[in-house]
């Protein structure tokens, strides 16, 4: 069975009202996927996007290939859904062909997962120093190992497997069209790549046009692929532009959710030319916010949760003028009780009605870290040696690694 996630009637955003998308067997309300975040997209946060917007694409927090094989109980614990959640998306990290393939083969035969999407765009220094994460595409031949494995093992279960990836290590090292086409020809349902370099990490602005050279190269080169952009996508018409600045296929959304779980309604809306709701007043975001909060709690327990939450309140709280000390008070709250107490608190003082400050919508959050050094291994920058990676499928050695963040 051919796995594929496909664009049906890919009409241009201008005209929206007939862009439909679907991954497998599930019809899609619109070509928009979340993007895997470390401590951020667990059950109760996709939960909550999908309070907003049934029916997209939520991809579970990255876990690493190594530590499913080896039956890791942590990682094991992260790959969680609700009973309502479909499809089951999961985004898988390794470098290792054979071990990627097992990792694959043991989540579908479990019948644990709808869609798999492999990162190959992760610029933690400490994998990319071995060659693995986003340095695996400067390796053609290694990432269609990697590729072969996964696509191979999922296919008797129906499972598609996307993949996303970077522009490359630095602006002189560019991979993405090597990569896309190594995709292609290897079978991959969708590709989505992160308009940024490694180097660039989150700094600066995402290099859109990167994006439509993408999709007009796969598409001279014959194939259907669809082709998803990622990066700076803050509000529900930044899709559209992307889509139709790019004709790219669909958008992968990662910080401009944060702290606004509402922007997939709103990207449901603006795709299908519907008009997009003003932004949100300030008591509806609290009410929100101590919602996603007491999820939270319920799946990590209170602890647990609230400490993991007080980098939820400075997301929600962005752009709205409650001043410093509740943003203070906020990121030191301990129980689910204080922070229902702060909320009144800020709907005493300033109001349920206040709006975000103009341009508050685009204030970037999550990280912004960059431009940095990309850690590679000892004499890839050599000549010769970069040469001679094109054809270099020796397996990094990265296995050890169990939790980082995606790209």
């Known amino acids: 069975m051919r796995c594929s996630l496909r664009v049906r009637e890919a009409a241009s955003p201008a005209h929206t009202d007939a862009v439909t998308f679907s991954i497998g067997q599930y019809g899609l309300a619109a070509p928009v996927v ?6 951020v997209t667990n059950a109760p946060f996709r939960a909550l996007c999908r309070r907003f917007a049934p029916g997209l694409v939520y991809v579970n927090e990255m876990v690493m290939a190594t530590p499913v094989v080896h039956g890791n109980a942590k990682t094991h614990s992260m ?52 060659g693995g994460g986003a340095a695996v595409p400067a390796r053609p031949e290694l990432l269609r190992a990697v590729l072969r494995s996964a696509i191979s093992a999922a296919a008797p279960y129906g499972v598609p497997v996307t993949a996303k990836f970077r522009m490359g290590l630095f602006d002189d090292w560019l ?16 590709v989505a790549m992160h308009a940024r370099t490694v180097e660039q990490h989150y700094s600066g602005e995402a290099r859109w046009e990167a994006i439509g050279e993408l999709k007009e190269h796969l598409t001279d080169l014959g194939s259907t692929i669809p082709v998803l952009g990622n990066g700076d996508v803050w509000e529900a018409h930044d899709a559209v532009r992307m889509m139709e600045q ?62 993991d939450f007080r980098k939820h309140t400075g997301w929600y709280m962005s752009g709205y003028p409650v001043g410093p000390e509740v943003r203070r008070r906020f990121s030191m709250t301990a129980t689910l ?71």
Not at 179 to 188: F, K
Not at 254 to 276: H, K, M, S, T, Y
Not at 344 to 365: C, Q, Y
């Open 337 to 407: 009780g204080e922070l229902e107490d702060i909320v009144a608190d800020v709907l005493d003082a300033v109001g349920p009605d206040t709006s975000i400050v103009e341009g508050g919508e685009r204030i970037k959050r999550g990280h912004t870290n960059g431009p940095t050094k990309v850690a590679l291994p000892d004499g890839w920058l050599d000549g010769q040696t970069r040469d001679s990676l094109a054809t270099d499928v020796a397996v990094p050695d990265d296995g050890h690694v169990l939790a980082m963040s995606g790209g």
């Open 175 to 190: 991979t993405h069209l090597r990569t896309g086409e190594v995709c292609a020809e290897e079978g991959v349902a969708s």
């Open 34 to 39: 979340l993007a895997p975040m470390a401590g």
């Open 246 to 307: 790019t004709g790219c296929d669909g958008v992968v959304i990662g910080r401009g959710c944060l702290g606004r779980p509402w922007l997939f309604g709103d990207l449901i809306d603006a795709l299908n030319g519907r008009e997009v709701r003003p932004s949100r007043r300030l008591g509806e975001v609290l009410e929100v916010m101590v919602d996603h909060a007491r999820m939270l709690v319920e799946h990590l327990g209170e602890n647990h949760a609230m400490r």
């Open 79 to 130: 790959i969680t859904f609700g009973d309502d959640e479909h499809p089951r998306s999961l985004q898988l990290y390794g470098s290792d062909p054979q071990i990627m393939g097992e990792a694959v083969h043991l989540l579908c035969d479990a019948g644990r997962v709808d869609h798999i999407d492999l990162n190959f765009g992760c610029p933690a220094a400490k994998v990319t120093r071995r």
